[in-house]
């Protein structure tokens, strides 16, 4: 285990004449945050341990509660860990939208199958490498895309064009345009318009070793238990070395930067040697040879780091592998150095005309991801064949389900910047058509955006048929609301209002199918759009050109939408992302969507938003471990929403002397209703079983009508689920409740009786063990269904 046991004599808070320990109830918001005074209920708070980013907070009358333990006979003392800053602090954390692409392809990573023990090891370490290189071909597309605009549209096209450069609010291009001085050779305007995509690759290193530096190189403790000892059949987030990726991370972060670096000095070489063959210069064109030979070098040695190892959860591995960290990306800046210098040598005879060579770049790379999502969904499959989990999403296809819209993602923001790039610098002609002044972006972009519209029709179809289906629901639920509240009068409304909220809450069920219907008409889409701008060579509405007036209008009419689309999202998503950094409000809720996609370590994609977890689950279980160490004392620790995933993270990682004096009380959990569908190999049912059976003491709360909470052990029947609670609590008006109870869903627990009487049974039954000194904990059981997990070393 990863953290230290109790120093000797730890027990000294406890009374020898046999009074009651101090007992402590440990608080964990969930999504969204709350602020410490709204957790315990008094507007006098302190902090007792953690910084401007996550700390622990009392009541002020709390603060010395360990040297009176007489004052708090029979009831524990609250405190509240708040951990929301670590997902919404400052303004510049909005920026983080942008990374939204890599954040899913990350996603895909954790969501794979269970698999069983021992038997698939290489299909696990497959799964990881294919989801490897999925999220570098974003990284690629994005550097690629950041290359079109600045090199394609700018470089070559309009500044090839005096028309265009001279003009207006361009008027600033005009030292790049023919017979403008220095730069207004091809070449030097490439170098020059190279610099924004290599600062771009500057700008993703940047953030991602700044984040680097603050959560996975964080050491864990140390005297930490010898990973050597531990068991083979450990659940995954009990392994030593789970929150601590400072390896991977590195490793990966200087493949990635390399590939951006490499991707741009291909945009620049592949133009450059292709006049000199033409040119017949054999010095220059020897030299065009030897840096593509190079760059074909640069990519080999990235995949092969990007390949060669995954994460290694046995142990907390503090090896750093600096060839790879130092020398891959400065290699690369080398090599794009004298790229740039080849491509500045004077060639007077050169002249941009047409398109850059993107569409085959932008083809191949769209090509790669559709089949890694196929040969990804294959591996999935066969994982999920041999440890079928019928509460995994999509029949174990939940991962390349994500991956897909990982992809789609991609292509929509990268897309969405060249059309509109484009749009402005064509002013009213529509890019790629006769007429227009500019050859326009590479002809699958525009595919990409004519495919559009249909796939948008997708969703609002399912979004209608969940609609009916939820009104079926609700009728039908309606009819027996009443019967319910015994005693109560049948009032129609009320039923309904209630039946409503449950059918909307039911709907949270429906989402893997809706994911699946998506990613499947995206791939289907993607691959006509492919095939239409290789086989047609033109832009859709080009295409379609003398097809008969009903398909030319519909493929012209889906051209222009498409890309229109594509521009207000992507403009849309730049404004959500200013006003998140000018308003702390908006800048919450996007703290919330963090809140989610977050909280698994950045094992796939290094320029993903950071892993808060990586520094709330040591937050949690420094706290449990020091505090019962220190005092002798029992604790709850409780979690709302996606608290509760972080405390059973923290439980899972206690060392067991630590762990048969604590419990876990869970409430609004997605745990199994969303986690353990999503993520079966972490959260399915054996990791949760085995969870149950090292610790005895565990509750779950759930309502009807909450759309993210549901039972967390639906097999174990009452041991830990009690639910579904009662929400509302009173049907009608009565003298107990004289106005109408609200409806609370996912929020408030604590305000129901519920929540005490579990609390203090929890805390009973520590005592009672501690007392009888009979451990809080089934070892037996914890073997046998432990052994699900995959063991150390194979999480690809």
């Known amino acids: 285990m990863p953290f230290p046991l109790p120093p000797a004599g730890g027990d000294e808070g406890a009374d020898p004449a046999g009074a009651p320990v101090l007992a402590l109830e440990l608080l964990v918001h969930g999504v969204a945050g709350a602020a410490p005074a709204e957790l315990l209920g008094d507007p006098r708070t302190v902090r007792v341990t953690g910084d401007s980013t996550a700390a622990v907070f009392r009541r002020t009358e709390d603060a010395d509660a360990e040297a009176h333990p007489e004052r708090y006979a029979g009831r524990p003392v609250p405190e509240a860990y708040c951990w929301s800053r670590l997902t919404s602090g400052n303004g510049a954390r909005a920026l983080w939208l942008l990374l939204l692409p890599f954040m899913v392809a990350n996603l895909a990573h954790w969501a794979r199958p269970a698999g069983t023990t021992g038997t698939a090891p290489c299909a696990v370490r497959a799964y990881g490498v294919l989801v490897r290189l999925l999220a570098l071909s974003l990284t690629v597309l994005l550097i690629a895309a950041a290359c079109e605009v600045a ?85 995954a987030l009990g392994r030593p070395g789970f929150w601590y990726g400072r390896r991977l991370v590195a490793r990966l972060r200087a493949a990635h930067t390399a590939a951006g670096l490499l991707t741009v000095a291909v945009a620049v070489s592949v133009p450059t040697a292709r006049q000199d063959r033409r040119s017949g210069t054999p010095v220059l064109e020897a030299l065009g040879w030897a840096t593509q030979a190079l760059l074909a070098a640069g990519a080999l040695a ?19 592998d600096r060839a790879a960290v130092t020398l891959l990306p400065g290699a690369a800046l080398a090599l794009l150095v004298a790229v740039l210098v080849h491509a500045c040598w004077a060639r007077p005879a050169w002249t941009s005309t047409g398109r850059l060579p993107g ?113 079926r629901a609700r009728r039908r639920i309606a009819a027996g609301i009443a019967a319910e509240y015994p005693g109560e009068t049948p009032d129609g409304p009320r039923s309904r209002r209630i039946a409503g909220a449950r ?201 009807a009508t909450d759309p993210i909470g549901g039972p967390a052990l639906p097999g174990a029947g009452q041991e830990v689920d009690r639910g579904p609670l009662a929400d509302p609590v009173a049907y009608g008006r009565s003298d107990r409740h004289p106005l109408p109870a609200p409806i609370l869903g996912h929020s408030d627990y604590q305000a129901d009786p519920a929540f005490a009487a579990e609390r203090d049974a929890l805390l009973a039954r520590l005592d009672a063990a501690a007392r009888s000194e009979v451990p809080a904990q089934r070892p037996a059981i914890s073997k046998a269904r432990a052994a699900q997990a995959d063991p150390p070393g194979t999480a690809g």
């Open 151 to 235: 090199l394609d549209l700018f470089a070559w096209q309009c500044a090839g064009s005096g028309g265009c450069a001279g003009s207006g609010s361009r008027s600033w291009l005009r030292f790049l345009a023919p017979g403008g001085g220095w730069w207004a050779q091809p070449g030097r305007r490439l170098a020059l318009g190279a610099l924004v995509p290599a600062a771009l690759t500057g700008l993703l290193w940047y953030l991602s070793n700044r984040t680097w530096s603050a959560y996975e190189s964080q050491p864990p403790p140390a005297g930490a238990a010898d990973p050597d000892t531990a068991s083979d059949t450990e659940p």
């Open 302 to 320: 990235v995949a092969w780091v990007v390949c060669r190892r995954g994460r290694t959860e046995a142990r907390a591995d503090h090896h750093l």
């Open 359 to 471: 569409d085959f770049a932008f083809g191949v790379l769209m090509l790669a991801q559709g089949g890694c999502v196929l040969a990804l969904a294959a591996v999935a499959r066969h994982l999920h064949r041999r440890a079928p989990d019928p509460a995994a999403a999509l029949g174990g296809l939940g991962g390349p389900a994500v991956a897909m819209l990982g992809c789609a993602l991609g292509g929509v923001m990268s897309g969405g910047v060249a059309q509109r790039v484009a749009d402005w610098l064509d002013g009213p002609a529509t890019p790629g058509t006769a007429g227009a002044p500019l050859p326009g972006p590479p002809v699958l972009l525009s595919w990409q955006a004519a495919v559009l519209p249909p796939l948008l029709l997708v969703p609002a179809l399912l979004a209608a048929w969940f609609g009916v289906r939820g009104a």
């Open 503 to 703: 059918a909307a809450a039911a709907l949270t069920d429906s989402a893997p199918w809706f994911v699946a219907a998506v990613s499947g008409i995206t791939l289907l889409l993607g691959a006509g759009a492919l095939a239409g701008a290789w086989i047609g060579g033109r832009v859709p509405g080009e295409a379609a050109r003398g097809s008969g007036p009903l398909l030319e209008a519909a493929a012209r009419t889906a051209q222009d939408a498409g890309s229109w689309l594509i521009g207000f999202g992507f403009v849309l998503f730049v404004t959500w992302g200013r006003r998140a950094y000018r308003d702390p409000a908006a800048r919450r809720t996007i703290g919330i969507l963090w809140d989610v996609g977050t909280f698994w370590p950045r094992a796939a994609h290094p320029f993903a938003p950071p892993c808060y977890a990586e520094r709330a689950v040591p937050d949690l279980t420094w706290r449990m471990t020091g505090w019962t160490g220190r005092t002798g004392g029992r604790l709850v620790i409780s979690g709302h929403s996606q608290g509760s995933v972080l405390a059973a993270a923290a439980v899972w990682q206690l060392p067991p002397a630590t762990r048969s004096r604590v419990a876990l009380l869970t409430y609004g959990s997605p745990l199994a209703r969303l986690y353990g569908r999503w993520f079966p190999a972490y959260f399915g049912p054996g990791p949760l079983t085995a969870l149950h059976g090292e610790l005895d003491c565990w509750r779950n709360l759930w309502r």
